[in-house]
C-alpha cells in the first residue's frame, strides 16, 4: 500500500452570521465564542432549533461527530479541522494528503471506521493530483492521533485520471460486513459512466482495508473493474446506509433537471447518461440519452425533476413517536435549504423543506448519536450547524 501526506489552509472562530470571510489566518485554537440563543425552525411536524456551533470555515464539505462530542469537519482546500463540542477550531490537522484543489476537487469526505472507538481510524475521500493536470477521487485510511494523521494509506485511486474539474463526487459508507462504499462521479466525461473498464461514475465496494471483495459482481469478467458495485451514475454526492435495512442508498445530481435516489444494487446499471429526467445547460436534450427510461437501466427510485442539487444524506430513524422518525435528510446546494423525505419502508411518502431562510448551500448533514442533526454549509464564511428535532 502506497503512503502519501500533506496538506494547505482555513479556520476562525464559532458563532452567528457576521464573521468576515476575507482574511483566512489562522486564529488560535482556544476561545470558542459563546453561543447564540438557538433559532426556532418551524416544520410540519412541530418547532425545531438551530444553532451555530462553529463559523469562519473555508467551504466546509463534510462532518464527521466524534464520540467525545467533537467534530471532524473537511475544507475543499485541504484542511481537516477538529471542532471541539464548545465550538472551538483547531489549527489544520497534520498529514492529510495533497490534494487537487481547483473547481469542484480538493478535500472531500470524512468519515470514521467502524472500529473507531478500538481504532481512531478514519477514512477520507479527495481529489488526488496527477500529471499534466490531470487529477482523480481517491480514497484513504489514517490513523487520528490527537491534532495528526499517522499511517496514512491510499486504498483507492479512480482510473483514469482525467484533465477536469468536475464531477468527483464523493462520499463514503460502511456496511456492517466489513465493507466500505465510495461513491464518485463521471468527471463531465459522460460516457465513461457506462464503461466498465473505467472508475468514472461507479460506485466501488471495498473491504476496509481496501482490497476487492471476491464477491463483487464483475470480479472475473473481462474487461470490467473489479471494484465496481454499480455503474451509470452522473455525480453521486449522498451515500448512507439504511439503519432499518441495511440497504445502502445513495443520491446524485441530474443535469439540468433529474436528481435522483438510487438504492444501488450490485452489478446494475443506473442509466447515466442513456436515461436521465434531465438536459443540458445549454437547454438542449442530453445527446446521448434514449429518453427518461432505457431497456436494460434502472430507473430513480425517486427523482426531483428539478434539481435541488442534492449532496450529502443522513437516516433519521430508531426513535419511534418521535416526529421526525423515518426520515432521509438531504442537503440542497442549488436550493439552499434541507430536504426532509418522510419514509414508509423504502417508499418516499412525503417531503419538506427546512431551512430556506438560512439561504446557505447545504453541503452535508448526518444524525448525531445525541438525537440531534449536524450540518456544514458551503460557503466562504462556511458554519457547523446543530439542528435539535421537534420534541413531541
Known amino acids: 500500500m502506497q503512503h502519501t501526506r500533506h496538506l494547505p489552509s482555513l479556520l476562525a472562530l464559532a458563532l452567528a452570521a457576521t464573521l468576515s470571510a476575507c482574511d483566512r489566518a489562522p486564529a488560535p485554537a482556544a476561545d470558542a465564542a459563546q453561543p447564540a440563543e438557538p433559532q426556532v425552525v418551524e416544520s410540519q411536524q412541530g418547532q425545531a432549533r ?16 466524534l464520540p467525545d462530542g467533537g467534530f471532524l469537519v473537511t475544507e475543499r482546500g485541504g484542511n481537516l479541522r477538529r471542532i471541539g463540542a464548545d465550538g472551538s477550531i483547531s489549527e489544520p490537522v497534520k498529514g492529510v ?22 481504532s481512531h481510524r478514519i477514512y477520507l475521500t479527495y481529489a488526488e493530483p496527477g500529471e499534466n493536470g490531470t487529477s482523480g477521487t481517491a480514497a484513504a485510511y489514517a490513523t487520528l492521533d490527537g491534532d495528526t494523521l499517522t499511517e496514512l494509506t491510499v486504498i483507492y485511486r479512480q482510473e483514469p485520471k482525467v484533465d477536469a474539474e468536475y464531477h468527483y463526487g464523493s462520499r463514503l459508507a460502511f456496511d456492517d460486513q466489513g465493507h466500505v462504499f465510495i461513491s464518485q462521479g463521471d468527471r463531465s466525461f459522460k460516457p465513461m459512466a457506462q464503461q466498465l473498464d473505467k472508475l468514472q461514475g461507479k460506485l466501488v465496494r471495498l473491504r476496509l482495508d481496501g ?28 451515500l448512507a446506509f439504511d439503519p432499518r435495512t441495511g440497504k445502502v442508498w445513495e443520491s446524485e445530481h441530474g443535469p439540468r433537471g433529474g436528481d435522483e435516489i438510487n438504492l444501488p444494487l450490485p452489478g446494475l446499471n443506473y442509466g447515466w447518461p442513456l436515461a436521465t429526467h434531465g438536459i ?10 434514449r429518453g427518461k427510461e432505457y431497456e436494460g437501466t434502472e430507473s430513480p427510485h425517486h427523482v426531483f425533476e428539478i434539481s435541488p442539487g442534492l449532496s450529502g444524506m443522513a437516516f433519521y ?16 446546494l442549488a436550493h439552499r435549504n434541507l430536504i426532509r423525505l418522510q419514509l414508509d419502508g423504502d417508499r418516499v411518502v412525503g417531503e419538506e423543506r427546512l431551512l430556506q431562510d438560512l ?26 450547524l446543530k439542528l435539535e428535532p421537534p420534541r413531541d
Open 50 to 65: 438551530l444553532s451555530v456551533v462553529a463559523s469562519g470555515l473555508s467551504h466546509p464539505w463534510a462532518v464527521a461527530p
Open 211 to 238: 482490497s476487492i471483495p471476491e464477491d463483487n459482481p464483475f470480479v472475473g469478467r473481462e474487461g470490467a473493474r473489479p471494484e465496481i458495485w454499480s455503474y451509470g451514475h452522473r455525480n453521486s454526492q449522498g
Open 97 to 118: 494528503p495533497a490534494v487537487a484543489a481547483r473547481g469542484q476537487g480538493g478535500l472531500l469526505d470524512v468519515a470514521l471506521a467502524p472500529d473507531f472507538a478500538t
Open 280 to 289: 443540458d445547460y445549454s437547454g438542449q436534450p442530453i445527446a446521448e440519452a
Open 359 to 384: 439561504g446557505e448551500r447545504i453541503r452535508d448533514v448526518r444524525a448525531g448519536a445525541d438525537g440531534n442533526l449536524y450540518l456544514v454549509t458551503d460557503e466562504d464564511n462556511g458554519k457547523l
Open 317 to 332: 430513524t430508531g426513535r419511534e413517536g418521535k416526529p421526525w422518525n423515518d426520515s432521509l435528510f438531504l442537503g440542497a
